[in-house]
């Protein structure tokens, strides 16, 4: 990108690749999109229908997006999951090869909480659904209620709790679109 001096400050800017954010060029983390510099991966994010703001309490406009879950979950095109936590959601694709998921920096999706193992899971497509694999985790994940104690299959739409955040794995609708 280049500087912004308008001839008072010169800081270095960058361009996030995911959601096109200006950032400072020392980020590491697009706070817009959680988009990690460091990492060599992009995820492409579905693009999602418009959505009508409101204003909420502080007067602020605000969009809904509680549907984005339902929409996502039907999507036809890449397969991926959307990853849910208590400060963030973020929509992952996952590739023919899997994602490796846990707490060491080295994880294709980095999840910070000390309950999350280092290496906690590994999640690979298949054409229904998901291969959801326990890696040896301290914490197994759950899955309709029950852990994940070696590997699952868990359908497109449907999701898995790895200490309390959520991943709904998206996929090919297998119908028509519904609003």
């Not at 990108?1 to 361009?15: A, F, I, L, P």
């Not at 980095?110 to 301290?138: E, F, I, K, Y």
């Amino acid at each position: 990108m280049g500087s912004r001096d308008g001839g008072r400050s010169c800081y270095e800017t960058k361009e996030c690749p995911r959601c096109g954010a200006e950032l400072y060029a020392d980020l590491q983390i697009c706070y817009g999109c959680l988009y990690d510099f460091s990492r060599d991966v992009t995820h492409a994010a579905p693009v999602l229908p418009d959505a009508d703001p409101h204003r909420d309490e502080g007067g602020e406009d605000t969009y809904d997006l509680g549907a984005a879950a339902s929409i996502l979950a039907r999507a036809t095109g890449p397969v991926g999951m959307l990853v849910r936590t208590s400060v963030a959601d973020l929509w992952v694709s996952v590739p023919e090869e899997g994602l490796l998921l846990g707490r060491d920096p080295s994880c294709d999706v980095v999840l910070h909480s000390p309950a999350v193992s280092r290496r906690h899971l590994r999640v690979v497509p298949t054409p229904n659904g998901m291969d959801v694999c326990d890696l040896g985790s301290t914490n197994p994940a759950t899955y309709r209620g029950r852990e994940v104690a070696d590997r699952v299959a868990v359908a497109y739409g449907e999701s898995v709790d790895v200490c309390g955040c959520l991943l709904t794995m998206t996929g090919p609708a297998t119908g028509p679109l519904e609003g």
